[in-house]
T-cell receptor, first 111, second 109 residues
Framework: DAGITQSPRYKITETGRQVTLMCHQTWSHSYMFWYRQDLGHGLRLIYYSAAADITDKGEVPDGYVVSRSKTENFPLTLESATRSQTSVYFC??????????FGSGTQLSVL | GEDVEQSLFLSVREGDSSVINCTYTDSSSTYLYWYKQEPGAGLQLLTYIFSNMDMKQDQRLTVLLNKKDKHLSLRIADTQTGDSAIYFCAEIAGNQFYFGTGTSLTVIP
């Protein structure tokens, strides 16, 4: 009965490295989202997915890649991490026009 | 994107009522939401209201919706120290969720 889980909880990496943040939900929700949360900017949408194999860009997609081969998983990859990608990342899921449920977040530091 | 605006900070004394305000822009939003975020945690859905309702009460929480002015408020009665958190309002438009920047509520013992 985990709901939506993110891993890792904390991650430190160096600029230029590839990093993948994992997200898994057990509700079979159609929609999944990735947000980043930064002071002064609130929550900003990076990418979202309406179903398996369907993804679309959000407000701040540059430098990120997503995939959704299975309904329950929605990994977010930083192909070449930059310091500006230091942030707290939240995954979320919902059904169409329904409530949005969030994971606990991944705190990423890029040195 | 849509604009959802909130004031940044609110301080209240323990036992008083707190009122957190929000304005939104999309009149076609079907739901409006309030989320609570405690330090180091994700956003937790607190309550929500259908767009065809004016008010919703849920224990200590009262949500008021003024569709004409596109104004949403969250009232917390008998505010406790455990209510200290950041509160986000959100609207949904075209299955995109738009969040305010959050109101940091501090409860003074």
């Amino acid at each position: 009965d985990a709901g939506i889980t993110q891993s890792p909880r904390y991650k430190i990496t160096e600029t230029g490295r590839q990093v993948t943040l994992m997200c898994h939900q057990t509700w079979s929700h159609s929609y999944m989202f990735w947000y980043r949360q930064d002071l002064g900017h609130g929550l900003r949408l990076i990418y979202y997915s309406a179903a398996a194999d369907i993804t679309d860009k959000g407000e701040v997609p540059d430098g990120y890649v997503v995939s959704r081969s299975k309904t329950e998983n929605f990994p977010l990859t930083l192909e070449s991490a930059t310091r500006s990608q230091t942030s707290v990342y939240f995954c979320a899921s919902s059904e169409l026009n329904e409530k949005l449920f969030f994971g606990s977040g991944t705190q990423l530091s890029v040195l | 994107g849509e604009d959802v605006e909130q004031s940044l900070f609110l301080s209240v004394r323990e036992g008083d009522s707190s009122v957190i305000n929000c304005t939104y822009t999309d009149s076609s939003s079907t739901y409006l939401y309030w989320y609570k975020q405690e330090p180091g945690a994700g956003l937790q859905l607190l309550t929500y209201i259908f767009s065809n309702m004016d008010m919703k009460q849920d224990q200590r929480l009262t949500v008021l919706l003024n569709k004409k002015d596109k104004h949403l408020s969250l009232r917390i009665a008998d505010t406790q120290t455990g209510d200290s958190a950041i509160y986000f309002c959100a609207e949904i438009a075209g299955n995109q969720f738009y969040f305010g920047t959050g109101t940091s509520l501090t409860v003074i013992p």
